[in-house]
């Protein structure tokens, strides 16, 4: 054989998105001028070159080459061994080709994210939310999953075994919160909350925020209507025994009033034929009309009370950052008014990235990331009352600065609210 190849490392470790050279020593034993080329096999063909990719040897004499073996950080590259060959091509005499092997040590390495949708829900007992959990990396991990409030308002179901997620997957997790006591009226209360996801092979825990908003069961448009249902049951009863009752009576009595009165004749005739039969002294016939009965009539009932009027109210609030910066804006209501918040419009015009939080008496309700929206409405059934002096505030949070297209690049970020609703 005139043609010989040796890997010089073998096995060779290496991490996914980094970068080794593998030296592949050849020598040519024959008697002429050998030129060589060369392919990797196996898996690892994909992202392995040999550099330079021909070599050419005099005869008698050795050369080296190396092997660029650079694995991409992709789930697809399973950690552990992985076997591998190059195949070592004479032109001269392709007769004489060897493959040499090797082994590669594949690094394990983790990424790992997870989300929290909605990041805030509303209902009379409870809501459900949704985890994602998401396995960037080349391994499974294990997660487990924790939930707390400070108030101590909500119960949480959360699964009693870790949840396994695969490599290159995401594994989705019903999150159920409740409140621990029913709100039967009043003002709609937000409770926020953590959720933490903690994979077990030493990733760094992630924690996400929720708000569970958290609504009375009876509305002030449920109450309205329930006043206005026994106010119309009132009136219903006042009809029946003041007028309908007493109609009903009288056309009864009139129905049967000729048949009793004949009923009474008869008997009469027969009382008289049976004392002339004994002899007796005749008497008339007696008979008695029976009069109509009292009535009553009861005192009539009362509708609801009118409700006050109210002002249509419509306010904008702005806020702008630079880059790693936070800023905020406030609408203090007037001290002898309570503003009912029914709409908000959420603007993020020129695409930036960050966080922008919404609160209401210094109470988060809602934070949702600037680059998932540019502009996102929410709209209220039971509106959201702020009283006297209490503050309305945006809290802007720049992360890296977005660019409309067809226009300058802004030198911060913006960010707008739109508030709707009645002011009292």
């Known amino acids: 054989m005139t043609t010989s190849a040796h890997l010089a490392a073998s096995p060779a470790s290496v991490m996914p998105g980094d970068e080794i050279r593998i030296p592949l020593e050849l020598r040519n034993s024959g008697h002429l001028v050998e030129a060589y080329g060369f392919e990797v096999l196996g898996p690892a063909a994909a992202w392995t070159v ?57 690094g394990a390495y ?19 939310f949704q985890l994602a959990l998401d396995n960037r990396g080349n391994h499974p991990l294990t997660v487990s999953l924790a939930a707390k409030d400070q108030s101590e308002a909500l119960r949480f179901t ?23 006591r029913r709100m039967w009226r009043g003002v709609p209360t937000p409770h926020p909350f ?12 992630v924690t996400l925020d929720g708000t569970l908003l958290h609504r009375p069961v009876l509305t002030a448009a449920a109450l309205k209507a329930l006043i206005a249902v026994l106010a119309l049951l009132a009136l219903l009863a006042v009809a029946w025994f003041a007028l309908l009752r007493p109609v009903v009576r009288g056309a009864a009595k009139e129905a049967v009033k000729g048949p009793v009165q004949a009923a009474e004749s008869k008997a009469a ?64 209501v007037p001290d ?58 945006i809290t802007l949070t720049c992360r890296t600065v977005g660019r409309p297209p067809a226009a300058p ?16």
Not at 113 to 128: C, F, H
């Open 50 to 106: 040999v550099e330079p990719s021909t070599l050419s040897l005099m005869p008698n004499t050795a050369g080296t080459v190396e092997l660029v073996v650079r694995p991409p950080r992709d789930s697809t590259v399973p950690p552990g061994e992985l076997a591998y060959a190059v195949r070592v091509l004479p032109q001269e005499q392709p007769e004489h080709a060897t493959v040499p092997e090797g082994l590669l040590d594949i």
């Open 110 to 128: 983790a990424d790992f994210t997870a989300e929290l949708t909605p990041r805030m829900s509303q209902g009379r007992t409870g809501a459900r």
């Open 158 to 180: 959360l699964p009693a075994a870790p949840t396994v997620v695969a490599p290159g997957r995401a594994a989705f997790v019903r999150v159920p919160v409740r409140a621990r």
């Open 194 to 205: 953590q959720v933490t996801a903690a994979p077990a092979e030493g990733v760094d825990p």
């Open 269 to 332: 005739d027969a009382k008289d034929t049976a004392d002339r039969a004994a002899d007796a002294a005749s008497a008339g016939p007696g008979g008695g009309k029976p009069g109509p009965g009292p009535t009553t009539s009861p005192t009539p009932g009362t509708g609801p009370a009118a409700q006050p009027q109210a002002n249509l109210f419509s306010y904008r609030l702005t806020a702008s950052a630079a880059a790693g910066g936070t800023k905020s804006t406030t609408f203090t």
């Open 336 to 393: 002898d008014k309570v503003l009912r918040l029914t709409d908000l419009v959420l603007e993020n015009p020129q695409g930036d990235s960050g966080t922008v939080t919404f609160s209401v008496g210094g109470k988060p309700l809602l934070a949702p990331a600037l680059e998932n929206f540019r502009e996102q409405d929410f709209h209220w059934a039971s509106a959201l009352l702020a009283g006297p002096k209490e503050e309305i505030t």
């Open 409 to 424: 690049a802004p030198s911060g970020c913006s960010a707008a609210a739109l508030l709707s609703g009645t002011l009292e």
